[in-house]
DNA sequence: CCTTGACCTTCCAGCCACGGGAACCCTTAT
DNA sequence: ATAAGGGTTCCCGTGGCTGGAAGGTCAAGG
């Protein structure tokens, strides 16, 4: 298989592709032309790694979750720890996000949005009402 | 003020100070020696972009509530469509972190998390449990 | 044989919003 | 004179790609 098909069969870009090779996360063969040639081994490889990023897992991540995909000896105790850390992340971030976005609804719920100047928004991020810039 | 001093009191590292002068978005004077001298109009701006920042807004956004919140004449509408689009993104992204943090949860669930080395995990992110990698 | 066009190759630059660190200058205190 | 603690510019690195230039390869058509 050429990059072109793999790409689309893995659903990345061949520019991702040629990445992840380049960090050494697949090493496919080449043809006598110099063309990369994938093997199923690669392609089922680069899926993993699609779906595994579609999750939203970090590079870093996603190397050790294939090292571990490729480990047939491996416990099932490492890659929950490596998921479970991701989700706590997820927690913390959609925490963060959901405070921010109180605040915000908060703000432009309390802004006019007409024609006139005044702004609660503004206001609130200049610290106070009174020194409205200079 | 030099920079150390805005730094402490906007609460922005010096570095980001340098940028955010280098991108535009404040313009210090100089003293004779070459320091930045920064008035107080320079730190209200500063730390307006921190409470923007802080919020989440990127800086294409923080620019143009900059010049809003110099704009003594604007209209609340046109802050209220930038914090509102802003708004919605953020609703975006929860959901879509919600929907990765339930996919996620799920699997994480089913893995028995021991030193046995089937794992829902990885059969998930391979595709079909058969072709548990070659 | 030549061309066209789709495919492939490598390499370099850029993205965002900074952070680290080098190499150097200025000020103040001792 | 020196040391500490400011300040300055400049360049590189981050993550995870993406775009583009410049060129090699292959199959089809005239």
Redesign the interface.
Known sequence: MNIGEVAQKSGLPAKTIRYYEGIGLIRPLRDTNGYRAFR??DL??L??LA??RA??FSMNDCRA?LT??????????H???I??A??HR??E??AQ??S??A???H??DA?????????P??E????TAD????
């Open positions: 199923d081994r089922h490889k899926t993993f779906r595994a999750l939203g979750l571990l995909y490729e480990d047939t000896g491996r416990a099932s105790a890659v929950k720890e998921a479970g991701h989700l997820i927690d971030k959609v996000l959901q921010l976005r605040t915000l609804a703000l432009v802004c006019a949005g007409d024609d006139r100047p005044d702004c928004i503004l609130d991020l200049g610290g020194q409205s810039a200079g």
